[in-house]
């Protein structure tokens, strides 16, 4: 079964506003991680956030990270027609690169 | 540097037939994991390798095997394919220590 969950399982909005996704997880996590895949293909790596942080910054995404209520937020600023894509969070738990993803949300950027 | 390879892209079987993918990491990164992803859901963990040892399994039946080479590639073996055996594989690499995972394009395995 799935480790995470992802809300909204889809979102579309217009090029240049905020993209905001949900990841609420079962368990304790050593960290957290988002990715994105394009059209069903390889995913790539966007942000990781450690259990002991809150917040993290990189370039047009913020990721926040509230492990009381274990869930994570992934916010896309400013977004563009680009960012289209599958978005989910993944969390690692022991000591290997063991890594359990959620559902995902399909996000839509309209031009 | 090229990045994770995997063979094929694509692949039809029948089934009970059996399948071995193929998945080469980036230079220098000695842990592999393999992850199924059926259509609509999130990628599912199915094994890691390190230094050609299983260092982790998923929930998956035995018909799932796997194993690393001494040039840390590594092979994804499924037999008596099922119907349901239908999704995109997926590989991923990984360094010593990393946490970040890069991930190989995919196979696609479409069982009929």
């Known amino acids: 079964s799935q480790q995470g969950e992802e809300d909204p399982q889809a979102l579309s909005i217009q090029e240049g506003e905020n993209a905001t996704m949900n990841c609420s997880y079962k368990?304790?996590?050593?960290?957290l991680q988002w990715y994105r895949q394009n059209s069903g293909r390889g995913l790539v790596h966007l942000i990781l956030i450690r259990s002991n942080e809150r917040e993290k910054h990189s370039g047009r995404l913020r990721v926040t990270l509230d492990t009381s209520k274990k869930s994570s937020s992934l916010l896309i600023t400013a977004s563009r027609a680009a960012d289209t894509a599958s978005y989910f969070c993944?969390?690692?738990?022991?000591?290997?690169?063991?890594?359990?993803f959620g559902t995902g949300t399909s996000l839509t950027v309209i031009p | 540097d090229a990045g994770v390879t995997q063979s094929p892209t694509h692949l039809i079987k029948t089934r009970g037939q059996h399948v071995t993918l193929r998945c080469s990491p980036i230079s220098g990164h000695k842990s592999v994991s393999w992850y199924q992803q059926v259509l609509g859901q999130g990628p599912q963990f199915i094994f890691q390798?390190?230094?050609?040892?299983?260092?982790g399994r998923g929930n998956f039946p035995d018909r799932f095997s796997a194993r690393q080479f001494p040039n840390y590639s590594s092979e994804l073996n499924v037999n008596a394919l099922l119907l349901g055996d239908s999704a995109l594989y997926l590989c991923?690499?990984?360094?010593?220590?990393?946490?970040?995972?890069?991930f190989g394009p995919g196979t696609r395995l479409l069982v009929l």
């Open positions: 390798y390190y230094e050609k040892e299983e260092r």
């Open positions: 368990t304790s996590i050593n960290n």
């Open positions: 991923a690499s990984s360094l010593p220590g990393q946490e970040t995972q890069y």
């Open positions: 993944a969390t690692e738990k022991g000591t290997g690169n063991q890594f359990y």
